[in-house]
């Protein structure tokens, strides 16, 4: 198992080798590519004996920031390793709006089968949630895409038109609270 992470402040270790070549090297958002080895006596019990360290220019909410990143993989480009770290918040973006939205923090059943259908189902209607907003060029965030849903869900109307018109001048649509909606007749 490969990984990837960036380096703390006061880590110290040593170069074992230089990996970039500055002559043949042409990206210049890689500023080091060294094979390391960590000095502090307990990390070799729990980390490989050398690992590699990049350091690169990454951009972060617009602007190029001087990142150092530690991995574990000896064959990876230097520019794939910032790669994958930078693309580790879309990751986690993914994961929190899946959290807070399908309230995966709450599950019916504690079993292991149970726990595993209920991620499955919230996946299968994140997946198809976000299939409908491409359809029909929705540009709203997910929040409010599923708050819609879960407001219209009982409605028998048109979804593709209803997202479609949502936030528009056009739209028709208007989601009242009707008292036959809260009535169940086997509950006297």
């Known amino acids: 198992m490969f990984w990837v992470t960036r380096t703390k402040e006061n880590l110290q ?3 074992v080798k230089q990996r970039l070549n500055k002559r043949t090297h042409k990206n210049p958002k ?11 006596k307990d990390s070799h019990d729990k980390y490989p004996r050398h690992m590699r360290r990049v350091r690169a220019l990454v951009e972060v ?3 190029e920031r ?23 918040w879309t990751i986690e973006v993914f994961f929190k709006q899946i959290k807070q939205t399908l309230k995966l923090a ?17 996946l299968l209607c994140y997946l198809l949630l976000r299939y ?3 359809l029909s060029s929705w540009n709203h ?5 599923f708050t819609l849903i879960r407001t219209t869900l ?11 018109s949502c936030g528009t001048a056009g739209g028709s649509y208007r989601a009242l609270a009707r008292p036959e909606q809260a009535y169940f007749p086997s509950f006297a």
Do not use: C
Request: proline share 1%; hydrophobic share 45%.
């Open 13 to 15: 270790f040593r170069v």
């Open 30 to 40: 890689i500023l080091a590519d060294d094979e390391v080895q960590l000095l502090h």
């Open 61 to 63: 909410d617009g602007q």
């Open 66 to 88: 001087e990142m150092e990143f530690l991995t574990n993989n000896m064959e990876w480009s230097a520019q794939t390793v910032a790669d994958l770290y930078r693309s580790r």
């Open 106 to 122: 709450d599950f019916l059943g504690h079993s292991a089968n149970a726990v595993r259908w209920q991620i499955w189902t919230a």
């Open 132 to 134: 409908q907003a491409f």
């Open 141 to 145: 965030s997910f929040t409010r895409l």
């Open 154 to 164: 009982w409605e028998k109307i048109d979804l593709p038109d209803l997202l479609r």
